[in-house]
């Protein structure tokens, strides 16, 4: 690893480490922790700045016994099927997703098709970011869709309602896309022509990066 390289890696340390809490005087670890990673999840959570898998691994080094299992650092199959643009955003977006209770994979997948990991996308209706959160849909799940850890957070959780009330990844897919009052009234996936090209390629990457249904 080069210099700057090194350099960048340990100011990310920094960084994730000082949104920590001191540790208690006396303590035999060098910070306060429950052993279960939580912690270290909700800090990468919010980072507002994309994560590359390698500083995935150096973090995990560095953490040692209290860094999280999981995670590009442990999930290079999942990462490597990742377009190139979504690889720096594979840590924030299995962090927003655990936190929801929703496959990491189907999360990546849904964001691929929503904005091929783009945080600065816009739509012409006014969707915006990573998973094209609409700005009430935003408002109503409260995040911020401009923050891209937020926009992911707001995503997996509007992503996780769906599923809740479907019971399905595909109608919940339809839901995300078309709003849960078409397809409850189409009583499965709505004939929009957007809508039906856009759940079997959300499905299509999920199977590309090992999801199964």
Known sequence: MTLPAIAAV??????????????????ASSRASDGSG??????????????????????????????????PGQLG?????????GRPWAAQIEAAATEAGVDPRLL????????????GARSGAGA????????GTAAGLGVDPVDPAQNLRGGARYLRTQLDRFGSVDLAL????????????????????ETQAYV??????????GGTR
Not at 77 to 85: K, N, S, T
């Open 108 to 119: 990546a997948a849904l964001t691929w098709a929503e904005s091929g990991f783009n945080a």
């Open 77 to 85: 199959a999942w990462v490597q099927g990742l377009p190139e643009a």
């Open 128 to 135: 915006i970011g990573l998973t094209q959160l609409m700005p």
């Open 200 to 209: 079997p390629r959300v499905l299509s990457y999920y199977a590309q990066l």
């Open 10 to 27: 340990e100011s990310r340390i920094s960084e994730i480490q000082s949104r920590f809490p001191a540790p208690a005087s006396g303590g």
């Open 174 to 193: 339809a839901a995300y896309n078309a709003g849960p009052g078409r397809v409850a009234q189409a009583g499965g996936v709505p004939r929009i022509a």
């Open 38 to 71: 939580a912690d270290f999840r909700a800090a990468l959570t919010r980072a507002s700045a994309p994560m590359h898998p390698a500083d995935w691994v150096q973090l995990r080094s560095h953490m040692g016994a209290d860094a999280p299992s999981g995670g």
